[in-house]
């Protein structure tokens, strides 16, 4: 199987299970909403979760279920970070925002929703039938989303754009090792928590994966296709926010972003071909244009 | 030690415990936000977690982290209330709601964050030594929190605001069973499983003690006195909403509050006079003016 192959395999694989998740919740407009919110998407995270398991002989019915949960935190983080009070977008994998489809109270609840949701995920003996394992998870992932991980990133983020100076490259690779970095890590990690594995050598792996990313992130919002994203591009430039790009140039971004490529397939080296997906994603997200 | 002595000493524990979680946290003003958020109150969630499980011989310093979790689930759920797309209010214990101490932005991420940290504390090995528990403890409160539980009675509340007609007395129970009725039986049922009993009793307890809350926060709402309530009062009525008062009438509705303390009194008779608390917290909620 190729690696867009197997990417496309996991996204399908979690869009069902939650589907199966929310199957026969109350008709209302907030379940919609959180239908809608939890829908497309590249699953990067959910990818993670499953192909790292899989490297322990995890099987994807087994590993879904976490899959799913982190892709439904992710939703909450996309639901609640496009709100007006907050970056204010109404394009979001090409679609209209919760808030702006609903509205500003329908997204609040939505959001609020599906970070319960994962956490229901997590602890549901599908997850994995070790409830150590599984408190393992929540409890890793309310470390790494929380006011000390995701939520501290959004919040520097928000403070940086009425910060008197630009950040510096140490504070901004801080930031984003909070807003983005910390559910890409938890995702790889927790593939080798449900084989019962070291989590150490994939959080390597996917500490460089994340911030690469990130960089990649930046270099398409100052150079992308806002028909191919999806979603609006250059706000950062015009907000006068600095990014890798304002911060290292262009060219230097892209050198940094490719630098972490390799140190995220080094990180790969005790599991010999079997991560070789995990390979062509670090490589898929420094290369991707959406 | 009285009933009140009691419920004052347990939200000092909590409160402590609170900030013992947040001690260290970043110096961002999202986590000032959340401290602000996580303090005062009668915290009646936790003591019905800590005096539920001190029936079954749980020492406070067991139990007060499950405690802490359920006061953090409530403050989360107070500060989106608050936001002005939701309830839009200014005061809340007598002291401006976060999105006016801060802001939109502030408030949405430190409710979000209040939120993880509840599954945070229940997931701490802190909570319980057992991990069977602790995940069941996780498990129960997404239930309880999420869309099936009070994010679909708050929900419910909004679209009740604009339904063409007003709810039934059944439609405003099933509401109110999901929006403040799920996290007050959830911890009445924790205090039993971090005991390791049978959880059916008190959750029949607070079933009838929620209920009971409620009604009588529609009767404070129509009679009560701001400044001691510590918020706005007299919203529903001014907003044509039905409430338990207009639905019953107020002799009605303080009948009915009544007839549910006499249920919540019978299904503590298992636990003798080692429930006095319970049956005083029972009698407290529907004779309180705040």
Known sequence: MTFPDRLAAC??????????ALAGWPDLPVVHAMRYAARGGKRLRGFLVMEGAALFGVTDAQSVTAAAA???LHAYSLVHDDLPCMDDDDLRRGQPTVHVKWDDATAVLAGDAL????????????CHPDAGVRIGLVQTLAH?????????????????????VPLTLD???ALQAGKTGALIRWSAEAGARLGGADPAPLGAYAAALGLAFQIADDILDATGDEA???????????AGKATFVSLLGLDGARARAAELVDTAQ???APYGARA?????AARFVVSRDT
């Open 11 to 20: 996204a399908s694989a979690v869009e069902m299970r939650l589907d199966a």
């Open 70 to 72: 982190i892709e439904a």
């Open 115 to 126: 970070q319960t949701l994962a956490f229901e995920l997590l602890s549901d003996p599908a």
């Open 144 to 164: 790494a989303a929380g006011g000390r991980g995701m939520v501290m990133g959004q919040a520097q983020d928000i403070a940086a754009e009425t910060a008197p």
């Open 171 to 173: 504070q901004i690779t």
């Open 228 to 238: 191919k994203a999806g979603k609006r591009v250059g706000k950062d430039a015009a």
């Open 266 to 268: 080094a990180a790969l």
């Open 276 to 280: 070789d997906h995990l390979r062509a």
